[in-house]
């Protein structure tokens, strides 16, 4: 036993006064009386057993000196060891996921489940500290152990159910790394249940509870949505969809494509009970924009019936050809829709070089490579660190890298080529294309430039009336120009936390400003932190940047979970042991309701009751 | 090791003037009511019960050799042929008795007991004299006083003022035998009377005293004089009583509990003592020291039909 305020024991000292007043004689009010012949009589009947006066006079002493040691102690607030108390560590693990927002007969699980983690903290007895812990994608402790109810029910009321999934396990490995305590830890899991079981860890000191909610159970939810231009036609975009039907009957669904907030088509799925339905859907938007998918289906969860995406839109690469003539290149350039082509002449350049993306020479090169992103056909500059060492006849294409962005779609073999540049070997190139040993296309990259060689004239080939002409040229151009972002096309995942490099990524709209501002789906906005922006997406809908008065489409995120949308709750605590022993379930036991020192000035209070008592039927002789 | 505590007295109005011209005015004013009340009942002024010569007739009584035949009644001897004799009541002076308690009881009280009691034995002695009745004032306390100049005997209203002055003289002290008082008395007196007897009876043998003057033939009435803080007293807590007769001390812890019981111990000796006094025809009456004198003299007058 400890003390939380050891100096109060000095009120110990309250004994010795206590005892003197005791011993010395009882100085008493003197009153006349005309006569003590009634007061003889009546005290004759009255001290019959002197023995117990004296009894009495000792107990009031006893019981005097009793209550000031209550007092004391109960100033000093003694602590307990938690095994003599029975006191608890308790973990409140309440689900925030998505499925938390069913709707039930009294309210969303969610609030069901605060009411009832609420219970929990209530419940807490002398002793007992608790964690919060708000599971979503990530678990967040919302409060760390405190004994403070006040202050667990605040941070409890500050739990938001999340739109994404809730990763038990994650929560599972936090109780892994409690530090040691001697109390019993009791672990309440508030939540539906409607997960697949994970592993728990197995201890003699840990305890499990389940507390569920909710009762509804059918659910029909879109469980994927993805949309992707098409490479060969910007403009032209893909749409994917999934939905999912968690009832006991086959399901009629109408689905409803939206971009852009207007509809832009509209569909009937059916999907047999248990099933899922897959549609790839073929659209067309020249400013791409929002893109939303909306299932119509009166079930108890309706978040996972809408389904957002951010289609970017497209934006053309801006290219120069610096000319000597070469109208097939020139022709491949300009029939290109992603492209916005300047010919060049080469008395143009470098003056207006910097606002292109990518710059292509022609068997024309300047005598310095220029900054930015550049192509050289047949020739180029000698500070390039690629010098030549004489001509090389009737090449071939034998060797090229198929998995490489640049020869996507490429069918080389059998082009004729008359005569090429064999080249030393350089460091920082890259091969992509070879006649044997003699690099015919080399790539050279660095974090600010790109550079593409090709040590042959097309011209002096058949390559320009081949397919495989354009599209190298357009590979190469996207590939340059920085438009094969494959991310770019993506929506982040609900929980992840997106930093600045990251919003950069998503914004489609390539503005030298970052957004200051972010505006969560609910319209809630995030100031950015210069420094270190980040944002939390926790919320399935659109995000906007706000740059200035300008207000920028970021990312789109979606719940599109299969595990969320099955939203059966489980009959039985969703854990399984780690090991072979079986998970201990919470049971009752002794507890003290408050901290020793209420309960010590409550018998200090009986016993100045019993004092008053004794002192009302004390007669000294 | 502790220091007496001061003492809580109920005797500080003692200083204040026992006989002052108000109460002259008051002692006057009862005459007169008295007068009113016992008008038409009075002869010169007082009737004694002593059976002797004068014009009232009393009885008739059975003749005896020896008689006065003048007192023969011929009427009825000629209506029943006996003989009777016409008995008349002796008119004489009135002897009035007024026995004072001066115990040290009497010290006692607020209003103080023993102003109070001086003041009715003054009221008493006053009407008694303005009757010309003989007063006779006999304080005791545990005995009576031995010499004739300890006590007071007067007849006419001129000695009022003597008789003031000597309830004035009086002092309340010393301890109380009231039973061998008046034993004392009713055997040394041999004129019978009116014996009133003022005290607080705080003697467990009053009621033998009360009997002795009784059974010597003396008229007895009994005023019983209490204090409010001795009916009603406003004691509590840790306490060292000093009783103001004995001397003697009492520690004693007073709660609410034992202040009931003494009020229904001293209620049931009061009730005892009248209930004694009226069983054996004694006049009685109680007086709380709170209530003016005067009232007690009307009361005693109208209802105890006393002087009568």
Same mark, same amino acid.
């Given at each position: 036993?400890?003390?939380?305020?050891?100096?109060?024991?000095?009120?110990?000292?309250?004994?010795? /006064?206590?005892?003197?007043?005791?011993?010395?004689?009882?100085?008493?009010?003197?009153?006349?009386?005309?006569?003590?012949?009634?007061?003889?009589?009546?005290?004759?009947?009255?001290?019959?057993?002197?023995?117990?006066?004296?009894?009495?006079?000792?107990?009031?002493?006893?019981?005097?000196?009793?209550?000031?040691?209550?007092?004391?102690?109960?100033? %000093?607030?003694?602590?307990?060891?938690?095994?003599? #108390?029975?006191?608890?560590?308790?973990?409140?693990?309440?689900?925030?996921?998505?499925?938390?927002?069913?709707?039930?007969?009294?309210?969303?699980?969610?609030?069901? &489940?605060?009411?009832?983690?609420?219970?929990?903290?209530?419940?807490?007895?002398?002793?007992?500290?608790?964690?919060?812990?708000?599971?979503?994608?990530?678990?967040?402790?919302?409060?760390?152990?405190?004994?403070?109810?006040?202050?667990?029910?605040?941070?409890?009321?500050?739990?938001? /159910?999340?739109?994404?999934?809730?990763?038990?396990?994650?929560?599972?490995?936090?109780?892994?790394?409690?530090?040691?305590?001697?109390?019993?830890?009791?672990?309440?899991?508030?939540?539906?249940?409607?997960?697949?079981?994970?592993?728990?860890?197995?201890? #003699?000191?840990?305890?499990?509870?389940?507390?569920?909610?909710?009762?509804?159970?059918?659910?029909?939810?879109?469980?994927?949505?993805?949309?992707?231009?098409?490479?060969?036609?910007?403009?032209?975009?893909?749409?994917?969809?999934?939905?999912?039907?968690?009832?006991?009957?086959?399901?009629?669904?109408?689905?409803?494509?939206?971009?852009?907030?207007?509809?832009?088509?509209?569909?009937?799925?059916?999907? /047999?009970?248990?099933?899922?339905?897959?549609?790839?859907?073929?659209?067309?938007?020249?400013?791409?924009?929002?893109?939303?998918?909306?299932?119509?289906?009166?079930?108890?969860?309706?978040?996972?019936?809408? &389904?957002?995406?951010?289609?970017?839109?497209?934006?053309?690469?801006?290219?120069?050809?610096?000319? #000597?003539?070469?109208?097939?290149?020139?022709?491949?350039?300009?029939?290109?829709?992603?492209?916005? =082509?300047?010919?060049?002449?080469?008395?143009?350049?470098?003056?207006?070089?910097?606002?292109?993306?990518?710059?292509?020479?022609?068997?024309?090169?300047?005598?310095?490579?220029?900054?930015?992103?550049?192509?050289?056909?047949?020739?180029?500059?000698?500070?390039?660190?690629?010098?030549?060492?004489?001509?090389?006849?009737?090449?071939?294409?034998?060797?090229?890298?198929?998995?490489?962005?640049?020869?996507?779609?490429?069918?080389?073999?059998?082009?004729?080529?008359?005569?090429?540049?064999?080249?030393?070997?350089?460091?920082?190139?890259?091969?992509?294309?070879?006649?044997?040993?003699? /690099?015919?296309?080399? =790539?050279?990259?660095?974090?600010?430039?790109?550079?593409?060689?090709?040590?042959?004239?097309?011209?002096?080939?058949?390559?320009?009336?081949?397919?495989?002409?354009?599209?190298?040229?357009?590979?190469?151009?996207?590939?340059?120009?920085?438009?094969?972002?494959?991310?770019?096309?993506?929506?982040?995942?609900?929980?992840?936390?997106?930093?600045?490099?990251?919003?950069?990524?998503?914004?489609?709209?390539?503005?030298?400003?970052?957004?200051?501002?972010?505006?969560?789906?609910?319209?809630?906005?995030?100031?950015?932190?210069?420094?270190?922006?980040?944002?939390?997406?926790? @919320?399935?809908?659109? @995000?906007?940047?706000?740059?200035?008065?300008?207000?920028?489409?970021?990312? %789109?995120?979606?719940?599109?979970?299969?595990?969320?949308?099955?939203?059966?709750?489980?009959?039985?605590?969703?854990?399984?042991?780690?090991?072979?022993?079986?998970?201990?379930?919470?049971?009752?036991?002794?507890?003290?309701?408050?901290?020793?020192?209420?309960?010590?000035? =409550?018998?200090?209070?009986?016993?100045?009751?019993?004092?008053?008592?004794?002192?009302?039927?004390?007669?000294?002789? | 090791?502790?220091? $007496?505590?001061?003492?809580?007295?109920?005797?500080?109005?003692?200083?204040? +003037?026992?006989?002052?011209?108000?109460?002259?005015?008051?002692?006057?004013?009862?005459?007169?009511?008295?007068?009113?009340?016992?008008?038409?009942?009075?002869?010169?002024?007082?009737?004694?019960?002593?059976? !002797?010569?004068?014009?009232?007739?009393?009885?008739?009584?059975?003749?005896? $050799?020896?008689?006065?035949?003048?007192?023969?009644?011929?009427?009825?001897?000629?209506?029943?042929?006996?003989?009777?004799?016409?008995?008349?009541?002796?008119?004489?002076?009135?002897?009035?008795?007024?026995?004072?308690?001066?115990?040290?009881?009497?010290?006692?009280?607020?209003?103080?007991?023993?102003?109070?009691?001086?003041?009715?034995?003054?009221?008493? !002695?006053?009407?008694?004299?303005?009757?010309?009745?003989?007063?006779?004032?006999? +304080?005791?306390?545990?005995?009576?006083?031995?010499?004739?100049?300890?006590?007071?005997?007067?007849?006419?209203?001129?000695?009022?003022?003597?008789?003031?002055?000597?309830?004035?003289?009086?002092?309340?002290?010393?301890?109380?035998?009231?039973?061998?008082?008046?034993?004392?008395?009713?055997?040394?007196?041999?004129?019978?009377?009116?014996?009133?007897?003022?005290?607080?009876?705080?003697?467990?043998?009053?009621?033998?005293?009360?009997?002795?003057?009784?059974?010597?033939?003396?008229?007895?009435?009994?005023?019983?004089?209490?204090? $409010?803080?001795?009916?009603?007293?406003?004691?509590?807590?840790?306490?060292?009583?000093?009783?103001?007769?004995?001397?003697?001390?009492?520690?004693?812890?007073?709660?609410?509990?034992?202040?009931?019981?003494?009020?229904?111990?001293?209620?049931?000796?009061?009730?005892?003592?009248?209930?004694?006094?009226?069983?054996?025809?004694? !006049?009685?009456?109680?007086?709380?020291?709170?209530?003016?004198?005067?009232?007690?003299?009307?009361?005693?007058?109208?209802?105890?039909?006393?002087?009568?």
């Amino acid at each position: 036993m400890t003390f939380a305020l050891p100096t109060a024991l000095l009120f110990f000292g309250l004994f010795v /006064p206590v005892i003197l007043l005791y011993l010395l004689k009882q100085r008493r009010r003197r009153v006349e009386v005309s006569t003590l012949m009634f007061w003889d009589k009546i005290l004759r009947d009255e001290q019959t057993v002197t023995s117990l006066t004296r009894l009495k006079k000792l107990l009031s002493l006893l019981l005097q000196l009793i209550f000031i040691a209550l007092l004391t102690l109960a100033l %000093a607030r003694p602590l307990f060891s938690g095994k003599w #108390t029975g006191a608890r560590r308790i973990v409140i693990l309440v689900d925030a996921s998505a499925s938390m927002l069913v709707q039930e007969s009294s309210g969303t699980r969610f609030e069901l &489940a605060h009411k009832k983690a609420a219970d929990v903290v209530r419940g807490m007895s002398f002793g007992d500290t608790a964690m919060l812990v708000a599971v979503g994608a990530e678990p967040e402790i919302a409060h760390p152990f405190s004994d403070s109810r006040k202050d667990l029910k605040d941070a409890l009321d500050k739990i938001k /159910p999340t739109h994404g999934e809730a990763d038990f396990s994650k929560a599972m490995r936090l109780l892994d790394e409690l530090p040691a305590d001697e109390r019993q830890t009791h672990v309440y899991l508030v939540s539906d249940g409607a997960f697949s079981p994970v592993s728990a860890p197995v201890s #003699t000191n840990l305890h499990y509870a389940f507390l569920k909610v909710g009762e509804a159970s059918e659910n029909v939810g879109i469980t994927a949505f993805q949309v992707r231009p098409l490479p060969a036609s910007p403009r032209d975009f893909q749409v994917h969809i999934e939905v999912a039907n968690e009832t006991d009957k086959e399901q009629k669904v109408p689905l409803e494509l939206r971009i852009a907030g207007k509809l832009a088509d509209a569909y009937e799925l059916t999907i /047999p009970s248990g099933g899922v339905v897959n549609r790839t859907l073929r659209q067309y938007s020249a400013d791409g924009g929002e893109v939303e998918a909306i299932i119509e289906s009166r079930d108890a969860f309706q978040l996972d019936n809408h &389904a957002y995406a951010m289609l970017p839109p497209p934006r053309k690469t801006k290219v120069a050809l610096v000319d #000597t003539n070469d109208l097939f290149l020139e022709r491949a350039l300009a029939t290109d829709e992603g492209v916005d =082509l300047t010919v060049l002449g080469g008395d143009d350049f470098p003056r207006k070089t910097n606002k292109f993306d990518v710059v292509v020479f022609t068997r024309w090169a300047p005598e310095k490579t220029p900054e930015g992103n550049s192509i050289f056909v047949a020739t180029w500059p000698s500070d390039l660190g690629l010098p030549p060492k004489g001509a090389l006849e009737k090449p071939l294409f034998t060797d090229w890298d198929r998995e490489h962005p640049i020869n996507r779609h490429l069918a080389l073999q059998n082009v004729s080529i008359e005569k090429g540049v064999a080249v030393e070997k350089a460091s920082g190139f890259i091969p992509l294309a070879s006649s044997f040993n003699d /690099p015919l296309v080399l =790539l050279k990259e660095s974090e600010k430039q790109k550079v593409l060689v090709v040590t042959f004239d097309p011209g002096n080939s058949d390559l320009p009336l081949r397919i495989a002409f354009p599209i190298m040229i357009a590979n190469a151009i996207r590939y340059l120009g920085g438009l094969e972002h494959g991310e770019r096309w993506q929506n982040p995942p609900l929980g992840s936390i997106l930093s600045a490099r990251d919003l950069d990524k998503f914004n489609p709209i390539e503005t030298e400003s970052m957004p200051d501002t972010v505006i969560e789906p609910g319209e809630k906005r995030i100031p950015l932190n210069v420094t270190e922006p980040l944002v939390a997406v926790h @919320y399935a809908g659109f @995000y906007r940047g706000l740059s200035g008065t300008n207000e920028i489409p970021l990312f %789109a995120a979606n719940l599109s979970s299969r595990t969320e949308s099955k939203i059966k709750p489980a009959e039985k605590l969703p854990l399984k042991a780690t090991g072979n022993a079986p998970l201990a379930e919470i049971k009752g036991g002794f507890r003290l309701g408050s901290e020793p020192w209420f309960f010590l000035v =409550l018998v200090a209070m009986m016993l100045s009751t019993v004092e008053w008592g004794l002192f009302h039927r004390r007669v000294i002789e | 090791m502790t220091a $007496p505590s001061k003492l809580e007295s109920f005797r500080d109005d003692r200083a204040e +003037p026992l006989f002052d011209d108000n109460f002259l005015e008051t002692l006057e004013y009862l005459h007169i009511i008295a007068r009113k009340i016992l008008s038409g009942q009075m002869k010169a002024e007082r009737r004694s019960r002593q059976k !002797g010569v004068s014009v009232e007739f009393a009885d008739h009584r059975p003749y005896s $050799p020896g008689d006065d035949f003048r007192f023969i009644d011929w009427n009825v001897f000629f209506r029943t042929d006996n003989l009777f004799l016409k008995l008349f009541e002796e008119e004489e002076d009135l002897y009035i008795y007024i026995l004072l308690d001066c115990s040290g009881s009497m010290d006692f009280g607020k209003p103080y007991k023993f102003h109070y009691i001086r003041r009715l034995a003054a009221a008493i !002695g006053y009407l008694g004299l303005a009757g010309l009745d003989r007063v006779f004032i006999i +304080p005791f306390s545990s005995a009576l006083p031995k010499g004739a100049a300890q006590m007071l005997s007067a007849r006419g209203k001129g000695k009022v003022f003597r008789m003031l002055d000597f309830l004035q003289g009086l002092k309340g002290t010393g301890p109380t035998n009231l039973s061998a008082s008046l034993r004392t008395f009713a055997g040394s007196r041999r004129k019978r009377g009116l014996a009133i007897v003022l005290s607080d009876f705080y003697d467990a043998n009053s009621m033998a005293g009360l009997n002795a003057l009784r059974y010597q033939k003396f008229e007895v009435f009994a005023i019983h004089c209490v204090s $409010p803080q001795e009916t009603n007293p406003e004691l509590l807590g840790d306490l060292r009583l000093h009783d103001t007769e004995t001397g003697r001390f009492r520690d004693v812890t007073l709660t609410e509990t034992l202040l009931k019981r003494y009020r229904r111990t001293f209620g049931e000796y009061c009730e005892g003592l009248e209930k004694f006094c009226r069983s054996s025809e004694l !006049g009685y009456v109680r007086c709380r020291t709170d209530r003016p004198f005067e009232e007690i003299i009307i009361q005693m007058l109208r209802k105890e039909r006393f002087l009568q």
